[in-house]
């Protein structure tokens, strides 16, 4: 899973807040999208990732749009990684609480109990969000369902994690002093766990960005790729490294990717590339050089295939739209 730790750190998660709801059937929570709850957390472009952690009780979830109910237990983790809209909620239909309502008290308070229902089985779950660059988390999103669940109650590290969570959601407080930055790195510990037991869960004739994570040749060769992407890669120093012969490597990884190794790599220093365009002031040729590309103009041409846009023109857009996020535009 070297590739997974690699790619989390590039992607710069960032957990946000969560509260604890107490929900009494019959009860129903409605979470809205992405992109309606990005604009309570930054005034940059974020995605954000929601997930459930279920306590106690039991209840189900669906995506909006899509209705079919996944039942949850205690212990099971439910994630949103696309950031759907969906619906949480156990007992017979009733009208749907938006949790808009919720989120802006959390915001204001830092934490905070949610309480609703008709008074019958109580359900205990903890609500979390997390924020990512939407550029650098494209390559691990595509790869990843609208919904995922697992269960952490089935070995030792899971349940700890879960008791963790437990007290933190019991004593912890984000008004204080540390208090968000714990509540931050528990949420990408749970993001990260979640992963790990989903891809391990994952049959054995899956292809995709996941399940080459999960093959340690595969695995080995995109971890390579994530930690040195500006290094002068060809398809022999990767199956050098790897330990794999080219042909080999160049037909394996396009099973998994259904690309070639530099394909992927391509891509992947493009994404690197527009993320420092948007967030720093180094000129274009610096950043070519950072992400791999051994003159201005290749990079220049490249980047306009990938966007359709040239580097210059990426970057006053991407300040334009975070100027007018800042203001509360729409």
Known sequence: ????????????????????????????????DSCTMAAYFSPRSVHVIIFHLILEGRGHACIEQDHRRVPLVAGDIVMFPQGDSHLMGNGPPVTPVDSRIQLQEVIAQGRML????????LTKLVCGYLTCDPQLSRILLAGLPSMIKVNIRED?????LE???????????????????VIAKLSEVLFAETLRRYIAQLPPEQTGWLAGVRDPDIGKALAVLHRAPAQPWTIASLA????????????RFRRYLSETPIAYLTRWRLQLGAQLLASTNHSVAQIAADVGYESEPAFNRAFKREFDLPPARFRSRSKTDRDTAARGET
Do not use: I
Request: charged share 25%; proline share 4%.
């Open 1 to 32: 899973m070297d590739v997974l730790s690699e790619v989390l750190k590039t992607v710069k998660l960032d957990g946000a807040v969560f509260f604890n709801g107490e929900f009494s059937a019959p009860w129903c929570m409605r979470e809205p």
């Open 240 to 251: 050098g490294e790897v330990g794999l012969s080219r042909s080999v490597l160049a037909e």
């Open 114 to 121: 949610s309480q609703t229902g008709g008074g019958g089985e």
């Open 156 to 160: 030792a590290s899971g349940k700890w």
């Open 163 to 181: 008791d963790t969570f437990r007290y933190s959601v019991d004593h912890a407080d984000a008004s204080r002093p540390g208090g968000a930055t």
